[in-house]
Nanobody, 120 residues
Framework: QVEIVESGGGLVQPGGSLRLSCVAS???????????MGWYRQAPGNEREYLAS???????KYADSAKARFTISRDDGRTTVFLQMDGLRAEDTAVYYC???????????WGPGTQVTVSS
């Protein structure tokens, strides 16, 4: 069964950067390309918020809140998707989740999340 796990979260000062990674296991790079990979976040008391997604063909899509400062990318050979976050603000503090949606099967996976805290 395919599993995804995030890493790269932590404590960062305002204005700093973080690069989150999400590794998919039990899947080869060919099948990984069938997944649309996305990043979401959830702050305390808020609903889970969509940030960005990338298809197997490399097409990216961003929420308005992420467009200017976040960059999503993927390395199919490593079955990994990344979220580069720059110019972090206190309001970016949240648990960040990786999501995988299979294009044909309709299945959907979530990672356990990684905490990002932006504070001085």
């Amino acid at each position: 069964q395919v599993e995804i796990v995030e890493s790269g979260g932590g404590l960062v000062q305002p204005g700093g950067s973080l690069r989150l990674s999400c590794v998919a296991s039990n899947v080869n790079f060919i099948n990984f390309r069938n997944y649309v990979m996305g990043w979401y976040r959830q702050a305390p008391g808020n609903e889970r918020e969509y940030l960005a997604s990338v298809t197997g063909g490399g097409r990216t899509k961003y929420a308005d809140s992420a467009k200017a400062r976040f960059t999503i990318s993927r390395d199919d050979g490593r079955t990994t998707v990344f979220l580069q976050m720059d110019g972090l603000r206190a309001e970016d503090t949240a648990v960040y989740y990786c999501n995988a949606k299979h294009r044909y099967e309709g299945s959907e996976l979530w990672g356990p999340g990684t905490q990002v805290t932006v504070s001085s």
